[in-house]
């Protein structure tokens, strides 16, 4: 039998703004437990919300992002559940009336394929607090300084087939948020975090068969292997005759395994009404266009962009304009530079390693943008080969200069003075006779190829220091000549 993956995501996006959605208390992350609680987050009797206009206004912006219809009148209810960390015993959020309306995204895969994914709608809600185990043996503690944190949900129609499809759109979320500076997009902190929805069905059915749903998955790789490990298990559930039940699953990343956590509600369970104590907000157009006014170029428009002004590959351009702080450090580097290509190179090979060797972001580099170019600047002009480059790129990642001072200290200008150059070819041909008689006895069209060895030896004879294009030129000219 042959299946297909049927997959729709829930996506909860942190807003960065500086207070909660219904109070005054702080946002920022790493604070003591319950130290950014008030009186609001603890539900205390008495307390009325107060709704955050920034909340508002970022989830327009990315409403605007996602081509997507603009609720101008939103209305705010309770989800009632209970649960530890939700003090008040129901979640403020919204469902008929949810502040964007249906949008999409268009995806560029690989092999230049496009899929489009719709947007069902994306509302704003409310965070929970935190259950704390690790420090609590034997029991749970609570930290609430969490609670309130504006959030946006998006959720999307079943357009996705397949894990790839589904980490293409997640990556494209990110990049449209961070680029919107609305979330910091930092997984490891929660501020974005993914439910999948997984179904299975024959190919070529057109229903949809009953959906699983894994929550809370944080990074992009353990989305790809929750939905391999979902989709494996329903299919031979099924082709073992069995049905699959609608139910929440959690994804262990460490143990790569998932279990069930509890059987899968519906809204009607949540008891959704009408929240009392906040009005029906209403969004005017004038509202909007100010929204609009303020919008960042976005990662595609950019990818575009890219493209023509700095005449990149389609490839390149991708990986440099998805991320707003690489995009940028990319520009800046060009600046500083002129070589577009280069400069992309540099940032997505030996930089990009670097960055995630350390596991730290762009915007921690020690190699500041300046610097970069700096060192592009002396390849082009010939002052160093592209392997002393890498040498002195390593020194400026310990923080040892720009790229003129660690060449000047450590003696790495590349020798391209033709005698310098001519005594070491010479020394070269009379101590491999045999590779030299090789060399003239072959058909000319491998010569090219094994020119290699004697570049390579005058290369280590030289510490990397001699000029690649001279030494070819003396080499063939004293060989052949």
Request: charged share 30%.
């Amino acid at each position: 039998m042959e299946w297909e993956t049927v997959i729709g995501l829930e996506v909860h996006v942190q807003l960065s703004t500086n207070t909660k959605l219904f109070s005054g208390a702080s946002t920022a992350f790493g604070a003591e437990p319950n130290t950014q609680a008030c009186a609001i987050d603890l539900a205390l009797p008495g307390t009325l919300p107060v709704a955050n206009e920034q909340a508002f206004k970022n989830a327009v912006k990315f409403g605007l992002a996602v081509n997507a219809e603009i609720g101008k009148r939103s209305v705010f209810e309770r989800k009632n559940y209970f649960y530890p960390d939700l003090p008040k015993g129901y979640q403020t959020t919204q469902l008929a009336e949810p502040i964007v309306g249906p949008g999409y995204v268009d995806l560029q895969l690989e092999g230049g394929r496009t899929k489009r994914v719709r947007i069902h709608h994306a509302h704003l809600e409310e965070d929970a607090g935190k259950s704390l185990h690790e420090d609590y043996h034997g029991m749970t503690g609570i930290d609430l300084n969490r609670a309130g944190t504006p959030l946006i949900e998006v959720v999307t129609e079943p357009d996705m087939r397949s894990a790839e499809e589904a980490v293409a759109f997640a990556k494209q979320l990110h990049n449209i948020v961070t680029s919107l500076e609305i979330c910091d997009g930092d997984m490891s902190q929660g501020s974005m975090r993914f439910d999948v929805n997984i179904s299975v069905r024959l190919k070529g059915e057109e229903g949809l068969g009953t959906r699983t749903e894994t929550k809370n998955l944080n990074s992009f790789r353990f989305m790809e292997e929750a939905i391999a490990l979902e989709v494996e298990r329903q299919i031979e559930v099924l082709e073992d005759g069995g049905k699959i039940v609608q139910e929440t699953r959690l994804y262990n990343g460490d143990t790569k395994t998932a279990r069930s956590m509890r059987t899968k509600e519906d809204s009607n369970d949540y008891r959704y009404f009408p929240c009392p104590d906040l009005l029906p907000v209403i969004i005017d157009d004038e509202f909007i266009e100010a929204v609009r006014k303020d919008m960042p170029e976005l990662p595609e428009a950019r990818r575009e962009r890219f493209i023509k002004e700095y005449d990149l590959p389609e490839y390149d351009a991708g990986q440099l304009a998805g991320d707003r702080a690489t995009a940028d450090y990319f520009e800046a580097t060009v600046k500083a530079c002129g070589e577009a290509k280069l400069a992309g190179n540099w940032i997505m090979a030996d930089l990009s390693a670097y960055l995630n060797k350390e596991e730290i972001g762009i915007a921690q580099s020690p190699v500041t943008p300046v610097q970069l170019g700096g060192l592009i600047e002396r390849i082009k002009d010939g002052t160093i080969s592209s392997k002393i480059a890498k040498k002195v790129f390593e020194a400026m990642t310990r923080g040892e200069g720009d790229a003129d001072t660690i060449i000047e200290k450590q003696g790495l200008k590349q020798v391209s003075d033709t005698g310098a150059l001519e005594k070491m070819v010479d020394e070269v041909i009379a101590n491999n006779q045999a590779q030299v008689d090789n060399y003239r006895n072959a058909d000319p069209a491998k010569r090219p190829k094994m020119l290699g060895f004697f570049v390579g030896q005058i290369m280590k004879a030289s510490k990397g220091q001699a000029n690649p294009q001279a030494v070819n030129e003396i080499l063939i000219k004293k060989l052949e000549g």
